[in-house]
Nanobody, 114 residues
Framework: QVQLVESGGGLVEPGGSLRVSCAASGFTFSSYRMTWYRQAPGKERELVATITTAGGSKNYADSVKGRFTISRDNTKNMVYLQMNSLKPEDTAVYYC???????WGQGTLVTVSS
């Protein structure tokens, strides 16, 4: 069955960096567009970044543009989100999501605080 497992979350100071990862299984990973969402406390889940099947096209929310980078490794069935210049407002649970399969991971918590 489809499985998405996020990892790499944690506590980081403002201005710091963190990379979260998503390990995918149970489907032909290279055939699917992948996305990252996040949900901050008390807020709705929001789309952060998307990447096409071969990684040739990437899109970002305005709030993270220039700071976050989405990437994928189709040989390892992995998708990543590199987060730089983190701000307290980036604090959220980060989720990996496959739109065509409507499949979510369990999320990984990122906390930006001094």
């Amino acid at each position: 069955q489809v499985q998405l497992v996020e990892s790499g979350g944690g506590l980081v100071e403002p201005g710091g960096s963190l990379r979260v990862s998503c390990a995918a299984s149970g489907f032909t990973f290279s055939s699917y567009r992948m996305t990252w969402y996040r949900q901050a406390p008390g807020k709705e889940r929001e789309l952060v970044a998307t990447i096409t099947t071969a990684g040739g096209s990437k899109n970002y929310a305005d709030s993270v543009k220039g700071r976050f980078t989405i990437s994928r490794d189709n040989t390892k069935n992995m998708v990543y989100l590199q987060m730089n210049s983190l701000k307290p407002e980036d604090t959220a649970v980060y989720y990996c999501y496959v739109p065509r399969l409507d499949a979510w991971g369990q999320g990984t918590l990122v906390t930006v605080s001094s």
